[in-house]
């Protein structure tokens, strides 16, 4: 299959969700709760998408196929993507445009502070995600602002175990994801260190 053939095929199975969830509206299966059916669908595949995001470059460097790099940024957009749905929805549906009672949440209930806090930190990495954005900062610079998704992804997994409470096993399964993500980039940073010194 062509690059292009197969990045257009990722972009249809990344909007797959958004088309299942206007089917189940559609078909007025939204369960008992939809509002809170559509808040945790799109929230849970803004999760994936970022996680998906930061596991292209290991993927990439255990397997030696060197295309799936053109899928790093698109991943990354369709997580703050669905991220702002998530937002959205939250705001729109459940808080009735009312900044009053968002501000109140984002103050007292801890796992809204840190689903806010990973909105604001995909923010910057999705305005700065083209490549005329990567040449006004310069490659050094951008890379250390884009290192903010490993923050965020940390900030969306407390985000997702505070909103659990009780049932942490699917939070705690993408914990140990991400905690691997990180120890491998650890990994090789270290080595990369060693090696410059030797």
Same mark, same amino acid.
């Given at each position: 299959m062509k690059p292009g053939a197969l990045k257009a095929l990722v972009f249809? *199975?990344?909007?797959?969700?958004?088309?299942?969830?206007?089917?189940? *509206?559609? %078909?007025?299966? !939204? %369960?008992? +709760?939809? @509002?809170?059916? @559509? %808040?945790?669908? %799109?929230g849970w595949f803004a999760l994936m998408f970022l996680v998906s995001s930061l596991s292209v470059t290991p993927v990439r460097r255990l397997t030696g196929w060197q295309p799936i790099i053109r899928f790093r940024r698109m991943l990354g957009l369709f997580a703050f993507f669905y *991220?702002?749905?998530?937002?959205? @929805?939250? $705001?729109? !549906?459940?808080?009735? $445009? =009312?900044?009053?009672?968002?501000? +109140?949440?984002?103050?007292k209930r801890p796992f809204i502070t840190a689903g806010m806090t990973t909105l604001l930190l995909l923010a910057p990495l999705a305005v700065t995600s083209t490549k005329g954005m990567i040449r006004r900062l310069g490659g050094q610079r951008w890379m250390r602002l884009h290192r903010l998704a490993y923050v965020a992804a940390i900030t969306a997994v407390f985000h997702f175990w505070w909103l659990v409470k009780s049932d942490i096993r699917e939070p705690r399964r993408w914990a140990i994801g991400v905690a691997?993500? !990180?120890?491998?980039?650890?990994?090789?940073?270290?080595?990369?260190?060693? #090696? #410059?010194? =030797?």
């Amino acid at each position: 299959m062509k690059p292009g053939a197969l990045k257009a095929l990722v972009f249809c *199975g990344a909007l797959l969700p958004l088309a299942w969830v206007g089917y189940r *509206g559609y %078909t007025g299966d !939204l %369960t008992a +709760n939809p @509002i809170e059916y @559509i %808040t945790h669908h %799109t929230g849970w595949f803004a999760l994936m998408f970022l996680v998906s995001s930061l596991s292209v470059t290991p993927v990439r460097r255990l397997t030696g196929w060197q295309p799936i790099i053109r899928f790093r940024r698109m991943l990354g957009l369709f997580a703050f993507f669905y *991220g702002t749905l998530h937002f959205s @929805i939250w $705001f729109v !549906l459940d808080r009735f $445009f =009312s900044f009053t009672e968002m501000a +109140n949440d984002v103050v007292k209930r801890p796992f809204i502070t840190a689903g806010m806090t990973t909105l604001l930190l995909l923010a910057p990495l999705a305005v700065t995600s083209t490549k005329g954005m990567i040449r006004r900062l310069g490659g050094q610079r951008w890379m250390r602002l884009h290192r903010l998704a490993y923050v965020a992804a940390i900030t969306a997994v407390f985000h997702f175990w505070w909103l659990v409470k009780s049932d942490i096993r699917e939070p705690r399964r993408w914990a140990i994801g991400v905690a691997l993500l !990180l120890g491998l980039r650890a990994w090789w940073m270290f080595q990369a260190r060693l #090696s #410059s010194r =030797s």
